[in-house]
């Protein structure tokens, strides 16, 4: 997916930062506790960021631009329904 953060953030102490006019590739962070309740996502390629991992971010500090990928399938974590919630028996 790609994401628009809603603030320009820094990462204290590392130089690394992103900026509010700026879309980038994001995943969703689902090795953190409450991810998906939260809506944590990792922004890939942020600004002096050269780790695998990612700025983390929650659902309140972003827009979703694009959707991509398994975002819009059945394995999507967040699009799985109950039997209940599909009308199966």
């Known amino acids: 997916m790609k994401v628009r953060p809603l603030n320009d953030f820094r990462m204290l102490g590392s130089g690394i930062s992103v900026s509010k006019d700026k879309v980038y590739d994001a995943i969703y962070a689902t090795n953190q506790p409450n991810w998906q309740e939260r809506g944590l996502i990792f922004i890939q390629g942020a600004e002096g960021d050269t780790s695998d991992i990612g700025f983390l971010l929650d659902q309140t500090d972003y827009v979703v631009e694009i959707l991509g990928g398994w975002e819009n399938d059945d394995t999507n974590p967040n699009s ?7 009308g199966d028996d």
């Open 80 to 86: 799985i329904k109950t039997n209940e919630e599909k």
